[in-house]
């Protein structure tokens, strides 16, 4: 019989006092399974190529273990016009349900998937109905003016700020976490 290998949990980075941004440090490795949706008091601002997409001051995060913290907007703070449905189909997240994605329509270009919604969440994370993520890597995103790092790998949507600390899932290494 042939088993699988054995993950081990890595060494969080663990930081104290305060990040260059002010704010403390914060471990993805303390943040919850399920994940949790909490309150985002920091302005997010997204745009591409001088051209703001989204502004809001009422953002939430959801903050999950191992993952970069993903910033959630009302649709109310998107600039009409600029987001349309995408092809290729939606994914299914185990806690927040299916999501569904979109373009960004700029005057010179689309910016294809862009970002993505769950319209109908699962139980528990209602707060996320009737907003929507942006993927740091393909949109550029800021934090009260932070530049936003995108969670590596390509799959996930985090939005990684100086006060965020790993290792976070999405680097080499961890596709089995």
């Known amino acids: 019989m042939a088993f699988g290998r054995i993950l081990r949990r890595p060494e969080p980075e663990r930081r104290k006092g305060k990040a ?37 001051r009422n953002g939430v995060k959801v903050c999950e273990t191992a993952g970069a913290p993903v910033i959630y907007l009302p649709f109310d703070d998107v600039t009409p016009g600029l987001l349309q449905p995408s092809g ?10 299916a999501a569904s994605y979109f373009d960004v329509v700029l005057p010179d270009r689309i910016i294809a998937r862009a970002a993505w919604t769950y319209r109908d969440p699962s139980p528990g994370f209602a707060q996320l109905a009737n907003r929507v993520s942006f993927y740091p890597a393909l949109v550029d ?27 976070i899932k999405g680097e080499p290494g961890t596709g089995g976490w």
Do not use: H, M
């Not at 290729?88 to 349900?97: D, M, N, V, Y």
């Not at 995108?150 to 939005?159: I, L, N, R």
């Open 88 to 97: 290729g189909g939606g994914t299914w997240c185990e806690w927040k349900g």
């Open 141 to 167: 995103c800021t934090l009260d003016r932070e530049p936003v790092l995108p969670q590596p790998g390509g799959f996930y949507g985090g939005w990684i700020t100086a006060e965020i600390t790993g290792p």
């Open 20 to 56: 260059p941004n002010g704010l403390p440090y914060e471990s993805v490795w303390d943040y919850p399974r399920p994940p949790e949706v909490r309150p985002e008091p920091r302005t997010a601002l997204v745009a591409a190529d001088g051209t703001t997409i989204a502004s809001s």
